[in-house]
């Protein structure tokens, strides 16, 4: 029977954090890395790029959720490609996506104004972890949850970009549109669209952008929701500052120091949404990002 409460307590725990990832998803994905939110933008710097994330959330539970996303993406004039690789882990419950993507970058009669497509297909998996389990290991409720089927699963997205302005669609979690039966054990994206506008404040080696954006995104069996923010980026965009707010009343804080525009390290704090303030004091979120 022990056991038996501890495997609903790590699924009531996973629904909750899978859904607040919904509500509060990587930071990264506005600025540092859009690709996170959009496959079009696979291979939108030209060249290498690498970037990894970890999210902590109520580091004082143990099991808190901790997030974490590894992308490589290569791109060339019109082609780019990429992988990304996400881990959560709240609980016993550990989930596993990774999917490889293909962009089309596709310049228009202006040098400086684009079209981009892109596509993901690849796995998600979802697991209970029976060597944490407290009780009987070969508990018949976590031995049926371990085996269920690993599924296929990819994001749609596109955008248009000029030297200023950006234009963001996607469609992520594509087997949501697909599949009738629903085994994710919480709500998800189902889509996501933002606009953003750089201001050119100073040129030069002093140079200051001011680069507001507003970002929409629907999630399944809640309302929409909006984030509003603005990165000031400084030293000829060598420093960073973000903020942002979100509509479920939490907002973001972002300090990033990017090294001669190579090598760049970025840091988040989310403040709790509204209703656990009482419980939780946000999660931390860190990103590193080379370019080669």
Same mark, same amino acid.
């Not at 690789?85 to 596709?106: C, E, P, W």
């Given at each position: 029977?022990?056991?038996?409460?501890?495997y609903?307590?790590?699924?009531? +725990?996973f629904?909750i954090?899978?859904?607040?990832?919904?509500?509060?998803?990587?930071?990264?994905? $506005?600025?540092?890395?859009? =690709?996170l939110?959009?496959?079009?933008?696979?291979? =939108?710097?030209?060249?290498?790029?690498?970037?990894?994330?970890? %999210?902590?959330?109520?580091t004082?539970?143990?099991?808190?959720?901790?997030?974490?996303?590894?992308?490589?993406?290569?791109?060339?004039?019109?082609?780019g490609?990429g +992988?990304?690789?996400?881990?959560?882990?709240?609980? +016993?419950?550990?989930?596993?996506? #990774?999917?490889?993507? $293909?962009?089309?970058?596709?310049?228009?009669?202006? !040098?400086?104004?684009?079209?981009? @497509?892109?596509?993901s297909?690849?796995?998600?998996?979802?697991?209970?972890?029976?060597?944490?389990?407290?009780?009987?290991v070969?508990?018949?409720?976590?031995?049926?949850?371990?085996? *269920?089927?690993?599924?296929i699963?990819?994001?749609?997205?596109?955008?248009?970009?000029?030297?200023? @302005? *950006?234009?963001?669609?996607?469609?992520?979690?594509?087997?949501? @549109?697909?599949?009738r039966?629903?085994?994710?054990?919480?709500?998800?994206? !189902?889509?996501?669209?933002? #606009?953003?506008?750089?201001?050119?404040?100073?040129?030069?080696?002093?140079g200051?952008?001011?680069?507001? /954006?507003?970002? $929409? %995104?629907?999630?399944?069996?809640?309302?929409?929701?909006?984030?509003?923010?603005?990165?000031l980026?400084?030293?000829?965009?060598? #420093?960073?500052? !973000?903020?942002?707010?979100?509509?479920?009343?939490?907002?973001?804080?972002?300090?990033?120091?990017?090294?001669? /525009?190579?090598? +760049?390290?970025?840091?988040?704090?989310?403040?709790?949404?509204?209703?656990?303030?009482? $419980?939780?004091?946000?999660? @931390?979120?860190?990103?590193i990002?080379?370019?080669?």
């Open positions: 029977m022990k056991n038996k409460i501890a609903i307590i790590c699924l009531v +725990l629904s954090n899978a859904s607040f990832a919904q509500l509060n998803p990587l930071t990264a994905q $506005y600025y540092t890395n859009t =690709y939110a959009n496959p079009a933008f696979a291979g =939108y710097n030209q060249g290498l790029n690498i970037n990894a994330s970890c %999210r902590a959330q109520w004082r539970i143990p099991g808190s959720p901790v997030v974490q996303n590894l992308t490589a993406d290569y791109g060339t004039e019109k082609v490609i +992988l990304n690789i996400n881990f959560d882990k709240a609980g +016993l419950q550990r989930q596993s996506r #990774v999917v490889g993507t $293909y962009a089309y970058h596709l310049k228009l009669n202006d !040098t400086d104004k684009a079209l981009h @497509f892109g596509l297909v690849g796995f998600m998996q979802q697991r209970l972890s029976q060597q944490d389990i407290v009780g009987n070969n508990d018949p409720l976590a031995m049926n949850y371990n085996q *269920r089927q690993t599924y699963d990819g994001d749609f997205g596109l955008g248009y970009t000029s030297n200023q @302005f *950006r234009f963001e669609a996607s469609l992520p979690n594509l087997n949501t @549109f697909t599949k039966d629903e085994i994710r054990v919480a709500d998800v994206g !189902t889509f996501y669209a933002a #606009v953003s506008y750089k201001i050119d404040l100073s040129t030069g080696t002093e200051i952008d001011l680069e507001p /954006k507003f970002a $929409y %995104r629907g999630i399944k069996g809640m309302d929409n929701m909006w984030d509003f923010g603005t990165q980026s400084l030293a000829n965009k060598q #420093v960073n500052l !973000t903020g942002m707010y979100h509509s479920n009343k939490s907002a973001s804080f972002g300090l990033g120091l990017d090294y001669r /525009k190579r090598f +760049l390290i970025n840091g988040f704090y989310t403040t709790q949404t509204s209703a656990l303030t009482s $419980y939780s004091n946000g999660s @931390f979120e860190l990103n990002r080379g370019r080669f």
